[in-house]
């Protein structure tokens, strides 16, 4: 089996589309598959290139027996709309191109990306091979919700490429339930959908000891801490969690830590500055190894999307992780992801950008009965969702795509 897949993210890269990738292609590899990435020079999020990296047009590496091809992409930060945009379709072009020099059985494209999907559609028309569309975003959906794009004549035209790219795929890989009920409501056959949702490395994400250490040189011996670990993006609303953080402050042990960047993080440092929050560290991205010792810290992982109908259907894949290490979870999403916490006890959901229900429910986990659960519920639902055993799962799809076509 030769699969070629296309994901513009991916390792050294650590956001969640990258490390899924990864994690499948590498299980994948293991079942014999010969696999074929074709992804941007690491850039993800600042814009800037990765240090050993250039961005060449087109060069190759191997990473734990997957064959990496990276191909030049026009590289800005992730922020600007138009700008990223810019980028997605750069990205799109060359990866189309070098698509075409691979000898592959079938495609895999990843969203939320669109015009990686594009990319995946077009190589399927040229090299006359199966592809399977894997929708980890319901864009151009999303976009709006955001407010990154008004409603309009670019949304209706990118809706019907979506559309497009639907019917063509022998398969569509949603990463939630929820995603396969609407793609049905817009006319897709059941039988062409299929769900992998997300999860974690067991090997990588376990319970570990406090990392002591850390906390003193953060300064926070002492402190309750309270992590959103993750994208500072438009779809997070983490200046509601700031201001919730203001409220607190001087009142409280509580102290909210932020790791990460995105589009954002810039505005939500300038907010802590303005409020004058004493309680708030934020600091950048770091690998993934060693995002593991600030996971370690954290006495609750705090995860939060804005209030929309639409993000009632995603499960943010941080909660995996914070679940394998035993962290109790307290998360601003409602619907499918509210299910799954609460379903194995991980954690407590409040009402997104609901201030008086946040404070209740914050207060309620610190309830020794309730807190002291926590970990274990994590545990048993990182044991469900071992990026393993869904690797397997997606290879499976794979197959049976591939058998269609004979």
């Not at 999860?199 to 801490?225: H, Q, S």
Request: glycine share 6%; proline share 4%; with cysteine.
């Amino acid at each position: 089996m030769k699969i070629l897949f296309l994901t513009d993210n991916y390792p050294p890269e650590v956001n969640a589309p990258a490390m899924r990738t990864y994690d499948h292609c590498r299980e994948w590899v293991k079942t014999g598959a010969e696999v074929t990435v074709i992804t941007c020079t690491p850039n993800f999020p600042e814009g800037k290139v990765y240090e050993g990296y250039k961005n060449k047009l087109y060069q190759t590496e191997i990473i734990d027996g997957v064959k990496v091809i990276r191909v030049w992409s026009y590289i800005v930060a992730n922020q600007g709309f138009l700008k990223r945009t810019l980028d997605y379709i750069s990205y799109s072009m060359t990866s189309f191109l070098a698509g075409l020099l691979v000898k592959a059985d079938l495609i895999v494209a990843t969203s939320p990306q669109f015009f990686t999907a594009l990319s995946g559609r077009t190589l399927h028309f040229w090299k006359r091979i199966p592809w399977i569309m894997e929708v980890r975003d319901m864009w151009p959906e999303s976009i709006t919700t955001v407010g990154a794009m008004k409603d309009g004549i670019f949304i209706r035209y990118f809706e019907w490429e979506e559309i497009r790219c639907y019917k063509s795929a022998a398969k569509i890989v949603v990463v939630t339930d929820s995603f396969k009920k609407k793609l049905i409501s817009r006319g897709i056959p059941t039988h062409k959908i299929a769900v992998v949702k997300n999860g974690v490395d067991r090997e990588l994400f376990a319970p570990i000891p406090k990392d002591e250490t850390l906390i003193n040189e953060l300064g926070l011996k002492g402190k309750k801490i309270i992590g959103y670990i993750g994208t500072h993006g438009m779809a997070h609303k983490l200046d509601f969690i700031i201001r919730q953080a203001k409220e607190m402050d001087g009142k409280n042990n509580f102290h909210f830590l932020f790791l990460g960047n995105g589009a954002e993080r810039e505005k939500l440092v300038r907010l802590k500055e303005e409020l004058g929050c004493t309680n708030v560290t934020m600091l950048e991205s770091v690998s993934k190894q060693e995002v593991k010792r600030y996971i370690s810290i954290l006495d609750v992982c705090l995860i939060n999307l804005r209030k929309s109908e639409l993000f009632t259907t995603v499960i943010p894949s941080k909660l995996f992780e914070n679940a394998a290490m035993g962290i109790p979870i307290l998360m601003g999403v409602e619907g499918e992801a509210q299910e799954i916490v609460e379903s194995y006890g991980a954690g407590i959901c409040f009402k997104p950008e609901d201030a008086e229900d946040f404070n209740k429910k914050l207060k309620l986990l610190q309830d020794s009965e309730v807190y002291t659960k926590c970990p274990q519920g994590g545990l048993r639902l990182a044991e469900v969702f071992d990026r393993k055993k869904l690797a397997a799962s997606m290879y499976k799809i794979i197959e049976s795509a591939t058998l269609q076509r004979r």
